[in-house]
């Protein structure tokens, strides 16, 4: 038989576990509250940051499609590197497109160096930043090249404009900035050019080809045009 004592004595150590055991559960809801409200916070703030660089880079090339002034490689640069932060393949196609149009139209620019986008190879503080970028924009002209599908008109001309992309910055012949004096800066553009070659090379850029090939050629009738097809068997080549 129990005394009084003893069974005062057990019943307030039972409470004072019960007590300790609630303070514990109590603690982690805390602490996992305290968690939520973190990634929840974390979220939105990610959410918000990334819809002001959108709205940022949308304004950039709205701008830009009015014509009124040339941009200048740097701020291509600049912008490039905002969209390929937050770059989403399905979310940032047309950004993307515009992205590549613009960069292409910057190379086409007359007896401009400023505005030309490989101008930036050139300087000293952006040259790895500039590599990895455009190394960064043709990977992802090779992802939508194997996702679109030539039969489509839309896509036909989205082939077009990524072929376009991969063909000019892996060989440095087209480059006007190699014109006249630049000539003594082809070695090292065209060693970048095979570095960048190297890459799409390792990341899987002639299962790409073959992919693209197969969805235009493999077909009752071929979809793929003159200028693709020499575009894919330039890549294919080099």
Known sequence: MF???????????????????????????ERAAIGIQAHVRSF????????????????????????SSKRSALCIFKIARKLLFLFRIKE????????????????DAENEPKVWYVSLALSKDLTLLWIKQIKDILWHCCEFLEQLKPEILQDSKLVTLYLT??????????????????ENLRPAMNHICANIMGHLNQRGLYSVLQILLTRGLARPRPCLSKGTLTAAFSLALR
């Not at 005394?3 to 809801?29: C, H, M, N, P, Y």
């Open 3 to 29: 005394t009084v004592s003893q069974t005062s004595r057990a019943w307030f150590i039972d409470r004072a576990r019960q007590a300790r055991e609630e303070r514990l559960v109590q603690k982690e809801r």
């Open 44 to 67: 939105l703030c990610r959410n918000r940051l990334q819809r002001e660089i959108r709205r940022e880079i949308d304004e950039f090339f709205k701008a830009d499609d009015s014509g």
């Open 92 to 107: 940032d196609n047309e950004r993307f497109e515009k992205l590549c149009r613009c960069i292409l139209s910057s190379m």
């Open 165 to 182: 992309m991969l063909v000019t910055f892996t060989d440095a012949s087209t480059w006007k900035i190699l014109r006249g004096k630049g």
